[in-house]
Each structure stands twice: as C-alpha cells, then as structure tokens.
C-alpha cells in the first residue's frame, strides 16, 4: 500500500493449485501470490519491479523472486548483509527469462 498499490486480501483454500493455474511451479514459488492487473506476482518482488512491468506491459504471465531473498520487500533485517537476486519474468509457455536484477548497495 505504502507503494501505491491497491490491496485486497484474499485467503485461497488450495494455494497450490491457484499458483499451479498461474504458472507457478514449484522452483518459481515463494510464500506470497499476487494477481496484479492481470499479472503474477510471486513473492518478495520489489515494488520497482512491478511498477516496471505495469509500465511495460510485455507478453508474461508475471513476475517471480523465488525463495526469499534476504534484503528483499520484507526481508530487510538489521545487521543481515542483503543478498542480490534476480526477479524472473514467467512467460505464457513456460519459459524464464531475468526480466530485473537486483543489487545492493
């Protein structure tokens, strides 16, 4: 919300099939699933990320920062060095491709 996004909380009795259904294998998966503007949006992927592929608006299914990157939305922790991480783009076939890179400072 602090980013301008407008959120409403759903709770999915089967999340695994509600990723599956959105191109969420099980390597791409994270803890978080979003539906942006028709768009996945798989767990912590910065804000920036996003709002780049709003603006952009290629031919994916969405976005995706497996695992849990420590540094990333939400991961920030004090004295915890945050780590560089790729945000994937999952495009209607399958296929991955690095669509950010993300590296601290």
């Given at each position: ?32 699933t ?14 920036a ?31 915890v ?25």
């Open positions: 919300e602090k980013e301008g996004f407008t959120i409403q909380d759903k709770v999915i009795e089967n999340m695994e099939a509600f990723k599956q259904a959105n191109g969420i294998t099980p390597e791409l998966s994270s803890c978080h979003a539906i942006v503007d028709d768009y996945v949006v798989e767990g912590h992927v910065p804000a990320s996003i709002k780049k592929m709003l603006h952009e608006r290629p031919d994916i299914r969405g976005l995706t920062a497996p695992g849990m990157p420590m540094g990333s939305p939400g991961m920030e922790t004090t004295g060095k945050a780590e560089p991480f790729d945000v994937l783009a999952i495009a209607y076939d399958g296929t991955i491709t690095t669509f950010d890179q993300i590296r601290p400072k």
